[in-house]
Protein backbone atom coordinates (compact mmCIF):
# COMPACT_ATOMS: atom_id res chain seq x y z
CA UNK A 1 0.00 0.00 0.00
CA UNK A 2 1.31 3.43 -0.99
CA UNK A 3 2.49 5.47 2.45
CA UNK A 4 2.92 8.92 2.94
CA UNK A 5 6.72 9.99 4.34
CA UNK A 6 6.50 12.21 7.44
CA UNK A 7 9.21 14.26 5.64
CA UNK A 8 6.76 14.44 2.63
CA UNK A 9 9.23 12.87 0.02
CA UNK A 10 7.90 11.08 -2.95
CA UNK A 11 6.06 7.92 -1.08
CA UNK A 12 7.36 4.56 -1.57
CA UNK A 13 5.15 1.77 -3.05
CA UNK A 14 5.77 -0.79 -1.06
CA UNK A 15 6.23 -4.08 -3.71
CA UNK A 16 3.56 -6.68 -2.50
CA UNK A 17 3.21 -10.30 -3.99
CA UNK A 18 0.10 -10.96 -6.20
CA UNK A 19 -3.45 -11.54 -5.47
CA UNK A 20 -5.42 -14.69 -6.97
CA UNK A 21 -7.48 -13.44 -9.61
CA UNK A 22 -10.83 -12.10 -8.36
CA UNK A 23 -13.19 -14.72 -7.68
CA UNK A 24 -16.52 -12.67 -8.92
CA UNK A 25 -16.01 -11.31 -12.50
CA UNK A 26 -19.17 -9.12 -13.46
CA UNK A 27 -18.71 -9.43 -16.94
CA UNK A 28 -18.96 -13.59 -17.01
CA UNK A 29 -21.90 -13.67 -14.99
CA UNK A 30 -23.69 -10.82 -17.25
CA UNK A 31 -22.77 -12.39 -20.31
CA UNK A 32 -24.54 -15.62 -18.87
CA UNK A 33 -27.19 -13.12 -17.53
CA UNK A 34 -27.65 -11.74 -21.43
CA UNK A 35 -28.14 -15.17 -22.87
CA UNK A 36 -30.73 -16.30 -20.68
CA UNK A 37 -32.57 -12.69 -21.12
CA UNK A 38 -31.78 -13.30 -24.89
CA UNK A 39 -33.58 -16.84 -24.85
CA UNK A 40 -36.20 -15.59 -23.37
CA UNK A 41 -37.09 -12.78 -25.74
CA UNK A 42 -36.82 -14.74 -28.60
CA UNK A 43 -39.08 -17.67 -27.14
CA UNK A 44 -41.85 -15.50 -25.36
CA UNK A 45 -43.44 -14.51 -28.04
CA UNK A 46 -44.10 -17.76 -29.36
CA UNK A 47 -44.53 -19.49 -26.17
CA UNK A 48 -47.46 -17.10 -25.29
CA UNK A 49 -45.19 -16.10 -22.35
CA UNK A 50 -45.94 -12.35 -23.34
CA UNK A 51 -47.43 -10.90 -26.35
CA UNK A 52 -50.10 -8.61 -27.45
CA UNK A 53 -51.78 -9.26 -30.73
CA UNK A 54 -52.82 -5.93 -32.05
CA UNK A 55 -54.80 -7.25 -35.24
CA UNK A 56 -57.04 -9.85 -32.71
CA UNK A 57 -57.29 -7.59 -29.28
CA UNK A 58 -55.46 -10.05 -27.56
CA UNK A 59 -52.70 -10.30 -24.75
CA UNK A 60 -50.60 -13.14 -23.99
CA UNK A 61 -49.88 -13.85 -20.20
CA UNK A 62 -47.83 -16.91 -18.83
CA UNK A 63 -49.80 -19.39 -21.43
CA UNK A 64 -53.26 -17.59 -20.89
CA UNK A 65 -55.17 -16.01 -23.53
CA UNK A 66 -56.78 -12.43 -22.14
CA UNK A 67 -59.32 -11.12 -23.87
CA UNK A 68 -59.42 -7.29 -23.87
CA UNK A 69 -62.46 -7.65 -22.49
CA UNK A 70 -60.72 -9.04 -19.59
CA UNK A 71 -59.80 -5.83 -18.46
CA UNK A 72 -58.73 -6.64 -14.25
CA UNK A 73 -56.32 -9.30 -15.64
CA UNK A 74 -54.59 -7.15 -18.15
CA UNK A 75 -54.59 -4.62 -15.09
CA UNK A 76 -53.31 -6.41 -12.73
CA UNK A 77 -50.47 -7.95 -15.08
CA UNK A 78 -49.17 -4.40 -16.52
CA UNK A 79 -48.94 -3.91 -13.02
CA UNK A 80 -46.96 -6.16 -11.90
CA UNK A 81 -44.27 -6.13 -15.03
CA UNK A 82 -44.34 -1.80 -14.29
CA UNK A 83 -43.63 -2.37 -10.92
CA UNK A 84 -40.96 -5.22 -10.77
CA UNK A 85 -39.07 -2.68 -13.22
CA UNK A 86 -39.39 -0.02 -10.83
CA UNK A 87 -38.65 -1.49 -7.50
CA UNK A 88 -35.81 -3.21 -9.22
CA UNK A 89 -34.84 0.48 -9.98
CA UNK A 90 -35.22 1.45 -6.43
CA UNK A 91 -33.47 -1.46 -4.90
CA UNK A 92 -30.98 -2.59 -7.62
CA UNK A 93 -30.39 0.79 -9.84
CA UNK A 94 -29.35 0.03 -13.33
CA UNK A 95 -28.87 -3.31 -13.36
CA UNK A 96 -31.73 -3.99 -15.91
CA UNK A 97 -30.18 -1.90 -18.14
CA UNK A 98 -27.03 -3.74 -18.17
CA UNK A 99 -27.60 -7.44 -17.76
CA UNK A 100 -31.00 -7.70 -19.48
CA UNK A 101 -32.18 -4.80 -21.55
CA UNK A 102 -32.41 -5.66 -25.20
CA UNK A 103 -30.82 -2.69 -26.31
CA UNK A 104 -27.78 -3.44 -24.42
CA UNK A 105 -27.60 -7.12 -24.97
CA UNK A 106 -27.30 -6.24 -28.62
CA UNK A 107 -25.45 -3.02 -28.68
CA UNK A 108 -22.85 -5.22 -26.72
CA UNK A 109 -23.52 -8.14 -29.50
CA UNK A 110 -22.79 -5.90 -32.46
CA UNK A 111 -19.25 -4.42 -30.92
CA UNK A 112 -18.19 -8.02 -30.52
CA UNK A 113 -19.51 -9.03 -34.38
CA UNK A 114 -17.57 -5.74 -35.19
CA UNK A 115 -14.49 -6.84 -33.24
CA UNK A 116 -14.91 -9.96 -35.01
CA UNK A 117 -15.20 -8.89 -38.63
CA UNK A 118 -11.80 -6.73 -37.96
CA UNK A 119 -9.77 -9.68 -36.83
CA UNK A 120 -10.91 -11.93 -39.27
CA UNK A 121 -10.05 -9.47 -42.08
CA UNK A 122 -6.60 -8.64 -40.38
CA UNK A 123 -5.67 -13.01 -40.22
CA UNK A 124 -7.42 -13.83 -44.09
CA UNK A 125 -6.10 -10.53 -46.27
CA UNK A 126 -2.40 -9.89 -44.64
CA UNK A 127 -1.27 -9.04 -48.12
CA UNK A 128 -4.39 -6.33 -48.56
CA UNK A 129 -3.60 -2.71 -47.94
CA UNK A 130 -5.51 -1.41 -44.58
CA UNK A 131 -7.83 0.52 -46.84
CA UNK A 132 -9.08 -2.86 -48.54
CA UNK A 133 -9.05 -4.58 -44.92
CA UNK A 134 -10.92 -2.08 -43.20
CA UNK A 135 -13.40 -2.05 -46.30
CA UNK A 136 -13.91 -6.07 -46.01
CA UNK A 137 -13.88 -5.69 -42.21
CA UNK A 138 -17.12 -3.33 -42.76
CA UNK A 139 -18.81 -5.20 -45.46
CA UNK A 140 -18.40 -8.59 -43.26
CA UNK A 141 -20.22 -6.63 -40.53
CA UNK A 142 -22.66 -5.12 -42.29
CA UNK A 143 -23.77 -8.63 -43.96
CA UNK A 144 -23.68 -10.39 -40.56
CA UNK A 145 -25.90 -7.38 -38.97
CA UNK A 146 -28.37 -7.05 -41.74
CA UNK A 147 -28.97 -11.17 -41.14
CA UNK A 148 -29.19 -10.32 -37.24
CA UNK A 149 -31.50 -7.43 -37.85
CA UNK A 150 -34.43 -9.27 -40.33
CA UNK A 151 -34.42 -11.63 -37.25
CA UNK A 152 -34.75 -9.38 -34.44
CA UNK A 153 -36.96 -7.29 -36.24
CA UNK A 154 -38.57 -10.38 -36.84
CA UNK A 155 -38.93 -11.62 -33.00
CA UNK A 156 -39.46 -8.19 -32.25
CA UNK A 157 -42.89 -8.06 -34.23
CA UNK A 158 -44.37 -11.22 -33.46
CA UNK A 159 -44.74 -9.38 -30.06
CA UNK A 160 -47.44 -7.99 -31.19
CA UNK A 161 -48.50 -9.92 -34.57
CA UNK A 162 -48.89 -13.72 -34.70
CA UNK A 163 -45.76 -15.43 -35.69
CA UNK A 164 -47.40 -17.34 -38.29
CA UNK A 165 -48.93 -15.12 -39.89
CA UNK A 166 -45.73 -12.80 -39.69
CA UNK A 167 -43.47 -15.53 -40.93
CA UNK A 168 -46.06 -15.37 -43.65
CA UNK A 169 -45.56 -12.06 -44.94
CA UNK A 170 -41.81 -12.31 -44.60
CA UNK A 171 -41.30 -15.18 -46.92
CA UNK A 172 -43.80 -13.31 -49.65
CA UNK A 173 -41.69 -10.47 -49.42
CA UNK A 174 -44.75 -8.36 -48.19
CA UNK A 175 -43.59 -4.57 -48.59
CA UNK A 176 -47.43 -3.54 -48.72
CA UNK A 177 -49.47 -4.21 -46.09
CA UNK A 178 -49.60 -2.49 -42.60
CA UNK A 179 -47.86 -5.81 -40.85
CA UNK A 180 -45.06 -6.06 -44.18
CA UNK A 181 -44.29 -2.15 -44.48
CA UNK A 182 -43.98 -2.27 -39.92
CA UNK A 183 -41.81 -5.09 -40.31
CA UNK A 184 -39.26 -3.52 -43.43
CA UNK A 185 -39.64 -0.26 -40.65
CA UNK A 186 -38.36 -2.02 -38.24
CA UNK A 187 -35.71 -4.46 -39.57
CA UNK A 188 -34.15 -0.93 -40.58
CA UNK A 189 -34.24 0.55 -37.69
CA UNK A 190 -33.09 -2.19 -36.07
CA UNK A 191 -29.85 -2.49 -38.51
CA UNK A 192 -29.54 1.51 -37.92
CA UNK A 193 -29.57 1.15 -34.35
CA UNK A 194 -27.27 -1.74 -33.94
CA UNK A 195 -24.48 -0.40 -36.46
CA UNK A 196 -24.46 3.24 -34.96
CA UNK A 197 -26.96 4.12 -32.44
CA UNK A 198 -25.85 1.47 -29.37
CA UNK A 199 -25.11 2.32 -26.15
CA UNK A 200 -25.83 6.46 -27.08
CA UNK A 201 -29.49 4.84 -27.12
CA UNK A 202 -29.50 4.75 -23.33
CA UNK A 203 -28.30 8.60 -22.62
CA UNK A 204 -29.73 9.77 -25.16
CA UNK A 205 -33.08 8.46 -26.02
CA UNK A 206 -34.39 6.04 -23.10
CA UNK A 207 -36.08 8.07 -20.59
CA UNK A 208 -35.56 4.58 -17.90
CA UNK A 209 -32.13 6.19 -16.76
CA UNK A 210 -33.58 9.69 -16.07
CA UNK A 211 -36.47 8.01 -14.34
CA UNK A 212 -33.94 5.56 -12.21
CA UNK A 213 -32.45 8.77 -11.83
CA UNK A 214 -35.54 9.94 -9.49
CA UNK A 215 -36.25 6.88 -7.93
CA UNK A 216 -32.80 5.77 -5.96
CA UNK A 217 -32.29 6.57 -2.82
CA UNK A 218 -29.49 6.52 -0.37
CA UNK A 219 -29.84 2.61 -0.51
CA UNK A 220 -29.74 2.05 -3.94
CA UNK A 221 -27.13 -0.29 -5.66
CA UNK A 222 -24.36 1.28 -7.04
CA UNK A 223 -21.13 0.89 -8.79
CA UNK A 224 -18.90 3.23 -6.74
CA UNK A 225 -15.47 4.14 -6.32
CA UNK A 226 -13.74 3.56 -2.66
CA UNK A 227 -10.13 5.07 -2.49
CA UNK A 228 -11.86 6.51 0.54
CA UNK A 229 -10.72 6.60 4.33
CA UNK A 230 -11.65 2.93 4.88
CA UNK A 231 -9.63 1.98 2.01
CA UNK A 232 -6.97 4.50 2.09
CA UNK A 233 -8.72 7.52 0.60
CA UNK A 234 -7.40 10.74 1.96
CA UNK A 235 -3.47 11.04 2.31
CA UNK A 236 -2.78 7.83 0.80
CA UNK A 237 -4.14 6.53 -2.76
CA UNK A 238 -4.57 3.33 -3.68
CA UNK A 239 -5.16 4.52 -7.54
CA UNK A 240 -2.38 3.63 -9.77
CA UNK A 241 -3.91 6.16 -12.27
CA UNK A 242 -3.62 3.34 -14.96
CA UNK A 243 -7.32 4.30 -16.57
CA UNK A 244 -8.20 0.81 -17.32
CA UNK A 245 -11.60 1.31 -16.02
CA UNK A 246 -12.07 4.07 -18.14
CA UNK A 247 -10.97 2.12 -21.37
CA UNK A 248 -13.23 -0.72 -20.76
CA UNK A 249 -16.60 1.51 -20.07
CA UNK A 250 -18.89 1.35 -22.74
CA UNK A 251 -20.57 4.54 -21.67
CA UNK A 252 -17.83 6.41 -21.51
CA UNK A 253 -17.28 7.77 -18.15
CA UNK A 254 -14.44 7.88 -15.24
CA UNK A 255 -16.15 6.47 -12.29
CA UNK A 256 -13.86 8.25 -9.85
CA UNK A 257 -15.65 11.40 -10.77
CA UNK A 258 -18.92 9.57 -9.06
CA UNK A 259 -21.00 6.90 -8.71
CA UNK A 260 -24.18 8.69 -9.59
CA UNK A 261 -23.38 9.69 -13.23
CA UNK A 262 -26.62 9.33 -15.05
CA UNK A 263 -24.81 7.48 -17.79
CA UNK A 264 -23.51 4.37 -15.49
CA UNK A 265 -25.72 1.20 -16.25
CA UNK A 266 -23.87 -0.26 -13.15
CA UNK A 267 -22.25 -2.61 -15.52
CA UNK A 268 -19.06 -3.46 -13.60
CA UNK A 269 -17.03 -3.46 -16.19
CA UNK A 270 -14.50 -1.13 -14.46
CA UNK A 271 -14.95 -3.45 -11.17
CA UNK A 272 -13.30 -6.06 -13.28
CA UNK A 273 -10.65 -4.14 -14.95
CA UNK A 274 -9.78 -2.03 -11.81
CA UNK A 275 -9.48 -5.66 -10.05
CA UNK A 276 -7.46 -7.05 -12.85
CA UNK A 277 -4.73 -4.32 -12.45
CA UNK A 278 -4.34 -3.91 -8.72
CA UNK A 279 -4.27 -8.26 -7.63
CA UNK A 280 -1.29 -8.03 -10.00
CA UNK A 281 0.25 -5.57 -7.54
CA UNK A 282 -1.09 -7.41 -4.58
CA UNK A 283 -3.88 -5.13 -3.87
CA UNK A 284 -7.82 -5.29 -4.18
CA UNK A 285 -10.04 -3.54 -6.51
CA UNK A 286 -11.08 0.03 -5.65
CA UNK A 287 -14.05 -0.35 -7.29
CA UNK A 288 -17.25 -2.26 -6.04
CA UNK A 289 -21.02 -2.43 -6.08
CA UNK A 290 -22.25 -1.27 -2.79
CA UNK A 291 -25.95 -0.73 -0.95
CA UNK A 292 -25.29 3.37 -1.39
CA UNK A 293 -22.23 4.55 -0.73
CA UNK A 294 -21.54 2.43 2.74
CA UNK A 295 -17.89 0.82 1.94
CA UNK A 296 -17.86 -2.71 0.93
CA UNK A 297 -16.25 -4.12 3.97
CA UNK A 298 -18.95 -3.00 5.81
CA UNK A 299 -21.93 -4.20 3.61
CA UNK A 300 -19.88 -7.83 4.01
CA UNK A 301 -20.35 -7.41 7.98
CA UNK A 302 -23.91 -6.55 7.78
CA UNK A 303 -26.93 -9.66 8.27
CA UNK A 304 -28.00 -11.34 4.83
CA UNK A 305 -31.31 -9.42 4.51
CA UNK A 306 -29.66 -5.81 4.58
CA UNK A 307 -26.39 -7.44 1.82
CA UNK A 308 -29.69 -8.52 -0.04
CA UNK A 309 -30.86 -4.91 -0.21
CA UNK A 310 -33.21 -5.07 2.36
CA UNK A 311 -32.48 -1.98 4.14
CA UNK A 312 -35.05 -0.15 5.34
CA UNK A 313 -38.88 -0.61 5.48
CA UNK A 314 -39.44 1.46 2.48
CA UNK A 315 -38.29 -1.99 0.54
CA UNK A 316 -40.66 -3.90 3.03
CA UNK A 317 -43.43 -1.88 1.26
CA UNK A 318 -42.18 -2.81 -2.31
CA UNK A 319 -42.17 -6.59 -1.20
CA UNK A 320 -45.87 -6.56 -0.08
CA UNK A 321 -47.04 -4.42 -3.13
CA UNK A 322 -45.46 -6.91 -5.25
CA UNK A 323 -47.28 -9.24 -2.77
CA UNK A 324 -50.48 -7.66 -3.01
CA UNK A 325 -50.24 -7.97 -7.10
CA UNK A 326 -48.93 -10.97 -7.63
CA UNK A 327 -52.10 -12.58 -5.59
CA UNK A 328 -54.06 -10.05 -7.05
CA UNK A 329 -52.76 -11.56 -11.10
CA UNK A 330 -52.70 -15.40 -9.23
CA UNK A 331 -56.27 -14.83 -8.28
CA UNK A 332 -58.00 -12.94 -11.64
CA UNK A 333 -56.41 -15.97 -13.45
CA UNK A 334 -57.43 -18.52 -11.42
CA UNK A 335 -61.41 -17.24 -11.18
CA UNK A 336 -61.13 -16.80 -15.15
CA UNK A 337 -63.78 -19.01 -17.20
CA UNK A 338 -61.89 -20.12 -20.01
CA UNK A 339 -65.54 -20.01 -21.88
CA UNK A 340 -67.04 -16.82 -21.40
CA UNK A 341 -70.63 -17.21 -20.97
CA UNK A 342 -73.11 -14.15 -21.28
CA UNK A 343 -77.20 -14.90 -21.13
CA UNK A 344 -79.26 -11.28 -20.77
CA UNK A 345 -82.75 -11.21 -21.09
CA UNK A 346 -83.79 -9.06 -24.41
CA UNK A 347 -86.58 -6.98 -23.12
CA UNK A 348 -87.52 -4.91 -26.34
CA UNK A 349 -90.82 -7.42 -25.99
CA UNK A 350 -92.36 -8.52 -22.74
CA UNK A 351 -93.13 -11.76 -24.54
CA UNK A 352 -94.58 -13.02 -27.83
CA UNK A 353 -96.91 -16.01 -28.47
CA UNK A 354 -95.59 -18.72 -31.20
CA UNK A 355 -98.17 -19.75 -34.22
CA UNK A 356 -98.38 -22.82 -32.16
CA UNK A 357 -99.52 -21.12 -29.10
CA UNK A 358 -96.37 -21.58 -27.23
CA UNK A 359 -94.86 -17.98 -25.61
CA UNK A 360 -91.51 -16.82 -26.22
CA UNK A 361 -89.32 -14.49 -24.65
CA UNK A 362 -86.16 -13.18 -26.43
CA UNK A 363 -82.74 -13.98 -24.71
CA UNK A 364 -79.13 -12.11 -25.12
CA UNK A 365 -76.39 -15.03 -25.56
CA UNK A 366 -72.85 -14.69 -25.65
CA UNK A 367 -70.66 -17.70 -26.06
CA UNK A 368 -66.61 -16.74 -26.30
CA UNK A 369 -64.13 -19.58 -26.53
CA UNK A 370 -60.95 -17.76 -24.72
CA UNK A 371 -59.21 -21.47 -25.20
CA UNK A 372 -56.85 -22.55 -27.93
CA UNK A 373 -58.64 -25.61 -28.57
CA UNK A 374 -62.05 -26.21 -30.50
CA UNK A 375 -65.05 -26.46 -27.48
CA UNK A 376 -68.71 -27.28 -27.27
CA UNK A 377 -71.61 -25.26 -25.18
CA UNK A 378 -74.03 -27.26 -23.66
CA UNK A 379 -77.37 -25.39 -22.82
CA UNK A 380 -80.23 -26.14 -20.92
CA UNK A 381 -83.37 -24.39 -19.22
CA UNK A 382 -84.60 -25.04 -15.13
CA UNK A 383 -87.41 -24.14 -13.85
CA UNK A 384 -89.97 -23.95 -16.43
CA UNK A 385 -91.44 -27.32 -17.82
CA UNK A 386 -90.80 -27.89 -21.61
CA UNK A 387 -88.91 -24.98 -21.59
CA UNK A 388 -85.94 -24.79 -24.75
CA UNK A 389 -83.95 -22.07 -26.54
CA UNK A 390 -84.16 -22.35 -30.19
CA UNK A 391 -80.81 -22.41 -31.22
CA UNK A 392 -78.70 -23.23 -34.57
CA UNK A 393 -77.54 -26.18 -32.36
CA UNK A 394 -77.12 -27.42 -29.14
CA UNK A 395 -74.22 -28.20 -28.23
CA UNK A 396 -72.85 -25.04 -30.35
CA UNK A 397 -69.44 -25.74 -31.59
CA UNK A 398 -67.10 -22.64 -30.75
CA UNK A 399 -63.75 -22.64 -32.73
CA UNK A 400 -60.31 -21.04 -31.20
CA UNK A 401 -60.82 -17.95 -30.03
CA UNK A 402 -64.43 -17.84 -31.61
CA UNK A 403 -67.54 -16.01 -30.24
CA UNK A 404 -71.35 -16.71 -30.53
CA UNK A 405 -73.62 -13.84 -29.86
CA UNK A 406 -76.46 -13.81 -30.88
CA UNK A 407 -80.56 -12.97 -29.64
CA UNK A 408 -82.53 -16.19 -29.51
CA UNK A 409 -86.21 -17.34 -28.02
CA UNK A 410 -86.66 -18.78 -24.88
CA UNK A 411 -89.72 -20.86 -26.25
CA UNK A 412 -92.11 -22.51 -23.35
CA UNK A 413 -95.62 -24.30 -23.23
CA UNK A 414 -98.22 -22.00 -21.96
CA UNK A 415 -98.77 -22.66 -17.83
CA UNK A 416 -101.78 -22.30 -16.83
CA UNK A 417 -101.12 -21.51 -13.17
CA UNK A 418 -102.45 -17.94 -12.69
CA UNK A 419 -98.63 -17.17 -12.53
CA UNK A 420 -97.35 -13.84 -15.07
CA UNK A 421 -93.36 -14.57 -14.13
CA UNK A 422 -91.64 -17.41 -13.84
CA UNK A 423 -88.26 -17.98 -12.22
CA UNK A 424 -86.27 -20.21 -14.37
CA UNK A 425 -82.23 -20.31 -14.68
CA UNK A 426 -80.49 -21.12 -18.55
CA UNK A 427 -77.31 -23.14 -17.72
CA UNK A 428 -74.55 -23.16 -20.08
CA UNK A 429 -71.41 -25.72 -19.79
CA UNK A 430 -68.26 -26.35 -22.14
CA UNK A 431 -66.93 -29.33 -22.41
CA UNK A 432 -64.35 -30.17 -19.76
CA UNK A 433 -66.04 -27.24 -17.48
CA UNK A 434 -66.23 -28.57 -14.21
CA UNK A 435 -69.30 -26.30 -13.19
CA UNK A 436 -72.16 -24.85 -15.19
CA UNK A 437 -72.49 -21.43 -15.34
CA UNK A 438 -76.18 -20.46 -14.01
CA UNK A 439 -78.05 -17.20 -15.36
CA UNK A 440 -81.42 -16.65 -12.72
CA UNK A 441 -83.86 -14.94 -15.41
CA UNK A 442 -87.76 -14.44 -15.27
CA UNK A 443 -89.78 -15.91 -17.79
CA UNK A 444 -93.24 -13.39 -18.63
CA UNK A 445 -95.95 -15.47 -19.58
CA UNK A 446 -99.84 -13.51 -20.57
CA UNK A 447 -102.24 -14.54 -17.45
CA UNK A 448 -104.52 -16.02 -20.18
CA UNK A 449 -104.03 -18.05 -23.12
CA UNK A 450 -105.00 -15.91 -25.75
S1 LIG B 1 -8.50 0.79 -12.88
FE1 LIG B 1 -8.31 1.11 -10.67
S2 LIG B 1 -6.20 1.71 -10.43
FE2 LIG B 1 -6.62 1.97 -12.59
S3 LIG B 1 -7.28 4.10 -12.78
FE3 LIG B 1 -9.12 2.89 -12.48
S4 LIG B 1 -9.45 2.99 -10.26
FE4 LIG B 1 -7.32 3.61 -10.61
S1 LIG C 1 -18.69 3.37 -14.93
FE1 LIG C 1 -18.31 1.18 -14.67
S2 LIG C 1 -20.30 0.35 -14.07
FE2 LIG C 1 -20.68 2.39 -14.92
S3 LIG C 1 -21.13 2.00 -17.06
FE3 LIG C 1 -18.92 2.44 -16.93
S4 LIG C 1 -17.96 0.44 -16.73
FE4 LIG C 1 -20.14 0.15 -16.30
Known sequence: MSQATASGAKPRTERLPPLPPQETV???IRKRIHLVFFLLFVAAPFSNLMRFDIPRQRFYFAGFELWI??????????????FIIAASAIIHGRIYCSYACPQMIFSEWSQTVEAWAKRVTQQRMKASGPGAKDLAAKGLFYAVLAGASVFLAFVFTTYFVEPRDLLGR??????????????A????????DFTLVRQKFCTSICPYGYIQGMLQDKHTLLVSYQDGPYEGRGEAKDCIECKKCVRVCEMGIDIRDSPYQIECVHCGDCIDACEDVLRKLGKPGLIHYT???????ANAQEPWYRRWGFRDAKRVVILLILAFYLTGLGLALSLRRPVLVEINPDRSIMFKVLDDGRIANLIRLKLANRTGLATQVHLWVEGLAGADLALPANPIVLQPGE???RTVELRAPFAPDGQDVHHIRILAQANGARKADAEELTFITPLKRK
Do not use: Q
Open 170 to 183: LFHFDLVTVGGITG
Open 26 to 28: YRR
Open 291 to 297: WGEIPKA
Open 69 to 82: SEFAIIFFALMLLM
Open 403 to 405: TFE
Open 185 to 192: SVTLITFL
